[in-house]
Structure formats: C-alpha cells, structure tokens
C-alpha cells in the first residue's frame, strides 16, 4: 500500500496531464484505492485490479466501496482490458512484488490511448544511499523486508522479491511503446542529500563518458543509451525514496 506522502506525490502529477480531470485512470493493483478515491473526486473516471479478494496489503476496505475494482488480476498475465482504453495507467508500489515486469509494462502500452501516460512508483534502490549501502554490504536499501527464509512460497508476492532495474525497465518501455518523459521526486531526506550530493558532479562526468565505443555511427541502441544517461544523472533517481516515473505512449505513425 502507498505511503500518504507516495499518494499525494501521483495524484499531484496527474492533476498535470493534458485532459485533466477528463481522464480514464487504470490503477493495476490498487490496494485501499487511496489514488482512485482522490482522483474520482476530481472528475476523473476510474478503475482498479487486485490479484486476491484477501490481498494482504487492504486492512481497510471502505474506500474499495466507491470504485470499480476488477479481483483476480495477475499482473504477469494479459489484462481483461481492451486496447488504447485508458489515458493513464498507474503501478504503485507495484512493480517489486512482481518476478517480471516485461509483461505488465507491455500491457500497460496496449491498453492505453496514444498520447497516455504510465506512471509507476517503487522503492528506488538507484538512489545514493542505497548504492553506498549496496556497496558495503551488497544489500540494498529497501523499504519493505525481502523475502526471507521464513516466508512460504505463495506469499512470497507480499515482498519486495524484485528491486526495479532502471536500465532494464528503461528499455521495456521502449519496446512497449512507451517514452520515459519526466522523473519524479516523492520524499527526499535533506542531511542524505546534503552529505550523499558531493558525489553528484562525478556521477554526471562519468555517465556522459561511458557510451559504448564499440557503435559505428548513429543508430536505435546509441539514441537509447544517450537517453538513458540523460536519466541516469536526475537528481529526483539519485535523491528520490522512490524512483518515480512519468512515461508516455508515443503516438501511431
């Protein structure tokens, strides 16, 4: 379930989209419907998934009562929506609880309108202070627990069992259709900042150094790593407690 703060931080970017409040919003996983709630009170039209009638994350069922909530929802398989039938799909807090996220990004481009926008939160273990502590330790800061020896393997969904790989999910949108447009900061740490930001200007030097060398000429795989640099040196991935992403379904030629 998403912290107040994580709430706030999604609905805030959707109240920036074009066409907003006259939006069709697709929140897969939606817990407690803490964003549909807040967003149908704006105007919007809104649906949810959940994946079980008992999912463990909702204590709290009354706000489920005033949206349309679809249960038994994998988020590994097809969605039961038809294509380009939203213009915006939401993942929150989502994506680290799944074993795989090609098949709900791809999902998420077929069932939103050209010109939608994919927005997804998740613990972001490329923020400095996770690196520094995945660099001592080989741990990675996380926000919730991760799966341990004492869980059983049909509840292993309840944990963060797959930390998001930027560079990995960088390129699912791509082939999804989809454009990374805007990274987002939710809650920053000020003194973490302040001590981890030194490192900044060496982060920024050496993502624009390390292009593969091995390319000749221009081409599809060159554009994306220039893009993926790009990204790789914003302060809201580097500072940010989740990496938020804001990504945009291109329009059909």
Not at 116 to 142: A, C, D, V, W
Not at 229 to 240: D, E, I, Q, V, Y
Request: proline fraction near 5%.
């Amino acid at each position: 379930m998403p912290q107040s703060f994580v709430v706030d931080a999604v609905v805030a970017a959707v109240k920036e989209l074009a066409g907003f409040p006259r939006l069709r919003v697709l929140d897969l996983s939606c817990g407690e419907a803490e964003i549909l709630n807040c967003l149908k009170s704006l105007g919007c039209e809104v649906q949810g998934t959940h994946y079980r009638t008992d999912d463990y994350i909702v204590e709290d069922r009354k706000g489920l009562a005033n949206v349309p909530v679809v249960s038994g929802v994998d988020l590994h398989k097809p969605l039961p929506f038809e294509d380009a039938s939203f213009q915006v799909v939401i993942l929150s807090e989502v994506l680290e609880h799944l074993e795989w996220h090609g098949t709900v990004i791809r999902e998420a481009g077929r069932v939103l309108k050209p010109g939608g926008h994919l927005l997804f939160t998740t613990p972001n273990i490329f923020r400095l202070h996770s690196r520094l502590q995945f660099f001592l330790t080989g741990k990675h800061k996380l926000i919730r627990r991760r799966l341990g020896w004492d869980m059983d393997y049909n509840e292993r969904y309840a944990y963060h069992i797959t930390p998001v790989d930027f560079l990995l999910v960088h390129a699912l949108l791509h082939q999804a259709g989809l454009r990374v447009q805007e990274l987002r900061s939710t809650r920053v740490k000020p003194v973490k900042t302040a001590l981890l930001g030194i490192f900044y200007p060496l982060i920024w030097l050496s993502c624009r150094m390390t292009l593969d060398r091995n390319l000749d000429g221009p081409g599809k795989f060159l554009d994306g790593e220039k893009d993926l640099n790009h990204w790789l040196t914003r302060p809201a991935l580097l500072f940010s407690e989740q990496l938020f992403v804001v990504a945009k379904k291109q329009n059909l030629k």
